[in-house]
């Protein structure tokens, strides 16, 4: 907890394996194996804890304290807010996963720019030094490396940073990551996430009432939703759905109001889930937000113009948000991000 008011904006960190190649016995599960105290006692080091958790065939998804935690067989990815620090997880990370044979591919470390910068503890508050503890973390074998800070020129205070590292030049992994960042909240929209007097004791029946009242639930109607509510204010969720996973973050209180919303995505979806712009139309729209930024990573993918521009005529017409900034990078074993800013048409 920050000194003026809960840091929203998260630290996002995706570490991705592969199996030795001296290995005969390779487990599907992978990376799953890792048992819970074990996770626990990274999570420890973190300064979060699990609240929820649920799985399918594919990954395990963790609700935490502050956030979420997601554990594919050959993927990890955390994200947390407050301030916590992620960083510490690296080390540990790498070395379970050693203990299931599994070698680390690609880092990637991202986060927008913290609405209070100040109350962040070392290494946060500089990039440049959350790029060096990341670098002396990794493996000399992810020579691939990249650090880079998305400025936009409309909103120079809201930038995007991305730190990249991989063993490759060339992704490993198709699937389309957005990420997106909502500031200054309608206030109506907001109160679906206080508790309500009489819940105070049953953070899951809050949780669903928060997920069912906000209209979250329409987002993807084919996700199981885990969600949980904190008291007094304040939600979190993680979607499952196949493969894919999405998650959403809120922290409503007036002055610093702040939601963010994640999922990864596939352009070759034929049921809809894969239309990016209707995907984040919806989930945009649970917040009216003055401010909207989104980063969208193009990960194995190849960077689809035509998706980009789609987004910027779609929000504008449905939800009165005009892109203001648009800029892109590319990154070693990551590919394409582009990195989109919105505010209301009137301003």
Known sequence: MAVSGFEGFEKRLELRFFHDNSTTNKNPM????????????????????????????????????????????????????GTTRLLKSIRPFIHLARTLNLTLRACRYSRGSFIFPNSQPFPYTSFEDEVVIVEESLPKSLRHRKASVMTPSNNPSRAWHVFAASADVEPDERVVVV??????????????????????????????????????????????????????????????????????????????????????????????RGDIAEVLTRAIDVFRPSCVSIATTYGGEDYDHEVTKRVERVLPKKLGLKCRSRLMDEFPGSGTVVFQSFTPRRR
């Open 30 to 81: 992978g990376l799953r194996l890792i048992d819970f105290e074990s996770l626990d006692q990274v999570l420890t080091q973190v300064q979060c804890t699990v609240v929820s958790a649920v799985a399918n065939r594919s990954f395990d998804a963790y609700v935490l304290s502050e956030s979420s935690l997601f554990v594919y067989p050959t993927k990890i990815i955390i994200k947390t807010c």
């Open 179 to 272: 990420e997106v960042c909502m500031t200054e909240l309608d206030r109506v929209n907001a109160r679906s996430f206080f508790r309500r007097k009489g819940d105070e004791k049953n953070s899951d029946s809050a949780g669903k009432e928060m997920t069912r009242l906000s209209g979250i639930d329409m987002i993807n109607e084919n996700a199981f939703i885990c969600d949980f509510a904190f008291d007094p204010c304040g939600y979190s969720m993680n979607g499952v759905d196949g493969e894919r996973y999405s998650t959403i973050h809120v922290t409503p209180e007036d002055g610093f109001s702040y939601a963010s919303f994640e999922c990864g995505l596939s352009l070759c979806d034929d049921d809809g």
